[in-house]
């Protein structure tokens, strides 16, 4: 599970050209905005990561503002990439008296503040009937955003890293286990109905008879986008899936990058756009302004990031590049 609020330490903190009262913080990999005085270098802090939702409570209501949100019955702040005085800020740093105990460095507060991650409401077309939780002998698909592992980011180097774009549309994944297929979202396993557009787009493709070709039980991973997803960003005029992993569930591991690639050609799906092998850059703030591009879906979108891939089973690396562009252009 993502680790949305964590104690952390300031790691360094730096001027804002022409910025008298406010200055950057430096935490990890993350650079957040932060009221000039209010930390200092080496000091622990509550690190609140972009996509968190925290609760109704006075300590928060500075936020208001900028980050009331209110999803069905909840109401909250919903923390997401923003611009001050021309510095890209992503995330909000407390102070540890909130928590009113000892702590940690590295510990998870998430649900001690009442810190949920924040996932807007999804189109009727998406939604449907749950038939059940997402089965427990596949893995979810959430790769760590490269911030997160600045303190491992050297030992990257000088590896290969396969690189794909990361598309940004809706979580899908088809399954056939022991006979049995299914659909899922991010969270549940789907119902079928002629409504859901998971199970549309599995039928039209046809994705049951595919896997049966197959001897093995697997499950498919991609991306969903086209109308009715995400403002379909793309301008696609119909629903399309884009794999980016195959799950082995009889091996409980994902395939390496030349399986994938096989199995994609045998069942005739297609993979979300490969950019290349590349080496990591030598820093975060490189690596991040690699992110930002054109999507090779279409040229005239911006890309939403990067999925960077090295190794197979438990020598597997892997982590995600937001672009700090498209954030700061479409999260809303």
Known sequence: MRKLATIRVVNDLKPIAGADLIELAIVDGWKCVVKKGDFAVGSPVIYCEI??????????EFLRKSSYRKLESQEGFRLRT??????????????TTLLGRPFEVGEDVSAELGIIKYDPPL???????????????????????????ANDYHTFFHKPFTVSEKIDGTSFTAFLNNGIFGVCG??????????NSHWRVARMLNIQDRLASITRSYALQGELVGPGIQGNRYRLKTLELYLFNIFDIES???????????LCSQLDLKSVPKIGVYEVPKSIDEILSFA???SLINSNTDREGLVWVHGSGDSRISFKTISNRFLTKYDE
């Open 252 to 262: 409980s591991s994902y395939v390496d990058k030349e399986t994938f690639e096989q």
């Open 123 to 149: 189109p009727t077309s998406l939604g449907g009937n749950v038939s059940g939780p997402f089965p427990a002998f596949i893995s979810k698909t959430d790769e760590e955003r490269v911030q997160n592992l």
């Open 292 to 294: 930002e591009g054109s």
């Open 186 to 195: 991010r969270n549940w396993e789907l119902a079928e109905s002629e409504q």
């Open 82 to 95: 923003m611009k001050l005085r021309g510095q890209v800020s992503q995330g909000l740093l407390l102070n």
């Open 51 to 60: 996509d968190s939702f925290l609760p109704i409570r006075d300590e928060f």
